[in-house]
């Protein structure tokens, strides 16, 4: 059966993290299929589009290409149910594995109908520096019904967060740091745009 992994991530701006998790994801599943969306637990300085297009940036820069791993815009929706619901149009027999951050674990009891979304799909956990995976909270999410599992990924200790409220500049690849910088995104990077990063090992 072919197997899918859906990933969407609300990345305001996407990161060189970002970009390890979907090369990873590429090399573990039959499909990889990402996109940018709106996190109603959260608030967006960018426009969706932009971060699509940062998204879209990330993918082609991986090295080699990966075929199997694409952007899917139809599948952007604040809810992952009907997110699913739009997979399920595309991919008529496949087993979907819904990928999220360690963050997004607490807020699930909080997502629309997530007793009907887990018990569609298997759950794959990335973890990330900072957010401990307790075993209590993995166990309340497969008594949801759905199988859990943690990808052994050690992603760079980068965040979206960090390059917005510290200007970390070694969070970003070059092509969307010169992005960032041509539609003046974020009000102080224009400021630092020396210090951008000239050159970056690509993700291989």
């Given at each position: 059966?072919?197997?899918?992994?859906?990933?969407?991530?609300?990345a305001?701006?996407?990161?060189?993290?970002?970009?390890?998790?979907?090369?990873?994801?590429?090399?573990?599943?039959?499909?990889?299929?990402?996109?940018?969306?709106?996190?109603?637990?959260?608030?967006?300085?960018?426009?969706?589009?932009?971060?699509?297009?940062?998204?879209?940036?990330?993918?082609?820069?991986?090295?080699?290409?990966?075929?199997?791993?694409?952007?899917?815009?139809?599948?952007?929706?604040?809810?992952?149910?009907?997110?699913?619901?739009?997979?399920?149009?595309?991919?008529?027999?496949?087993?979907?594995?819904l990928?999220?951050?360690?963050?997004?674990?607490?807020?699930?009891?909080?997502?629309?109908?997530?007793d009907?979304?887990?018990?569609?799909?298997?759950?794959?956990?990335?973890?990330?520096?900072?957010?401990?995976?307790?075993?209590?909270?993995?166990?309340?999410?497969?008594?949801?019904?759905?199988?859990?599992?943690?990808?052994?990924?050690?992603?760079?200790?980068?965040?979206?967060?960090?390059?917005?409220?510290?200007?970390?500049?070694?969070?970003?690849?070059?092509?969307?740091?010169?992005?960032?910088?041509?539609?003046?995104?974020?009000?102080?990077?224009?400021?630092?745009?020396?210090?951008l990063?000239?050159?970056?090992?690509?993700?291989?």
């Amino acid at each position: 059966m072919l197997t899918v992994a859906l990933f969407g991530t609300s990345a305001d701006p996407p990161t060189a993290g970002h970009q390890a998790i979907l090369a990873w994801l590429a090399d573990h599943f039959d499909v990889a299929a990402v996109w940018a969306s709106d996190n109603p637990f959260k608030s967006h300085q960018t426009p969706l589009q932009h971060r699509i297009a940062m998204l879209q940036l990330l993918i082609d820069a991986i090295r080699p290409p990966r075929s199997n791993l694409r952007i899917y815009p139809q599948l952007s929706h604040p809810r992952a149910l009907h997110t699913l619901e739009a997979a399920k149009t595309i991919w008529h027999d496949a087993r979907f594995t819904l990928v999220i951050g360690a963050d997004l674990l607490p807020q699930l009891a909080k997502w629309y109908r997530i007793d009907d979304l887990l018990r569609q799909v298997d759950l794959l956990v990335v973890p990330r520096p900072g957010y401990h995976l307790s075993e209590a909270a993995l166990a309340e999410v497969e008594q949801r019904g759905t199988r859990v599992a943690i990808a052994d990924l050690i992603a760079p200790e980068i965040s979206s967060t960090d390059y917005r409220n510290h200007h970390n500049l070694d969070a970003l690849t070059p092509p969307v740091a010169d992005y960032i910088h041509r539609e003046h995104l974020y009000a102080w990077q224009d400021d630092r745009r020396e210090n951008l990063p000239v050159q970056q090992t690509p993700i291989l």
